[in-house]
């Protein structure tokens, strides 16, 4: 008939369920940069590349369907899958040396990039000021290309700038022509080598 009695305390503890919408991003990116949003003050977030993964991730890399949870002491939410488009922007096909005459500006300069991405030119490897199209060329000088679509920049391709003179021009002349003649046969007193 004897009874011995013990007081415990219990502690509940509320993890909230994450709140987290798809992501897009241009490279590899940390998961710290991933927007989620409901976290509780004192406590983790933790991603994972599967939904039973037990290694958290730190990094994303590739277009995927990734998971994030929370963590509050022992206690963890449910895993919220989210997913994620990295959009890896390839460079930019241009030929290293280009060839100008005259007057030469941005516009004159060729690169060619994926279908809808827009080409933007620097005066610099490390410049983060867009030339103008109206801009000169300096004879001898590498300019760099980088295309931009949804958003995402890519690397840049360096272009080294040959400017040649421009040819003066041909001088009107009078030609007087007995019967038929190709107009291939004509000389116009041209500069030597011109065509």
Known sequence: GCTVSKDYTFNSIDVPTPIVQNQNFCKVTPVVDVVVTNAPANGTVNFYSTATSTVAINTISTSNTYYVEFVVGNCKSARVPFNVVVNNVGLPTAAFKQ??????????????????????WYDSHASTIAMATTDPLVDQKTYYASQI??????????????????????LPQSISICGAINYGSVQLNQLPGSE
């Open 149 to 170: 679509i949804n958003g995402c920049e890519s690397a840049r391709v360096g272009v080294l700038v040959n400017i040649g003179q421009a040819p003066t021009a041909l």
């Open 99 to 120: 060839t100008l005459c005259g007057s030469a500006t941005v516009a004159n300069l060729q690169a060619t990039g994926l279908n809808g991405a827009r080409i933007v």
